[in-house]
């Protein structure tokens, strides 16, 4: 049974669009169900704290079936959270706040939703109806949201775009690059993390902690861990890593071709 609140997502969902019309009943999901919905791949969205979701169904006698998901993510933060999860190198189609065409799916996010439009085959016109019911649905939220305050301070020079991830927790920072089984740098529910790749090289990633003593004990457990220089940087199996803080913002590179790109990398963020 779906409460009020899950209900409401079908509110933002068009009763037609291009003579594709709903086939049966909306399917509601919350945090703790939503493994029903995504076999294998529920844990990210809930680990960005997914409120509720639904689906549903839209069938056209002479077209493919379009599956739309509409993701309620709590923050506009964890909604570029959700929409990032993959990486993001094909067109913009200019759905709500940022969105991706591929392959008869559309992707976007806007203010706290993340949203999914999937043509289980595609047409030219399966085409025009995913991006028409996308659009239709980005009209029905009235505020387009803000993109994570991180991301404004990732250096530009060599950042890969479309491979930018928001995360909170130590499994969704190992899952983009695995630094260690053990949670060393305490990441929790109540910190924030961007994770960002570089070329030629690098791995750059910000961690903001609710609190400036968390940032330093994060800093001094990386420095003993890894046997970090007086500069916080180490060498491991000819790749350089290091770190650094900055008040309440740690800031990591890994995977570095040099220690120059380490210094040069972790140097470079905006204030």
Known sequence: MA??????LSRLLPAQVDGWKPEGKDTYFDHNTLFSLINGGAEVYRALNVKQVVDRRYKKADGPDIIVDVFDMGSSKDAFG????????????????ESEYQGGSLYFWKDRYFVSVVSLKETQASKRAVIALGRAIAKKIPQPGKMPGLVGRLPQKGLVKSQVHYFHDWEGLNRLHFIANDNLLGLSRDTEGLLARYRPSGVLVLIRYPHRQDAGLAYKRFVEIFKADELGVFEKEGKFSGARVSGSLFVGVFSAASRGE?????GGIQP
């Not at 990486?87 to 189609?93: F, G, M, N």
């Not at 380490?262 to 972790?266: G, H, I, R």
């Open 3 to 8: 409460d009020s609140a899950a209900q409401g």
């Open 82 to 97: 959700a929409f990032h999860v993959d990486i993001r190198e094909e067109q913009d189609v200019g759905v709500g706040h």
């Open 262 to 266: 380490v210094l040069e990398l972790a």
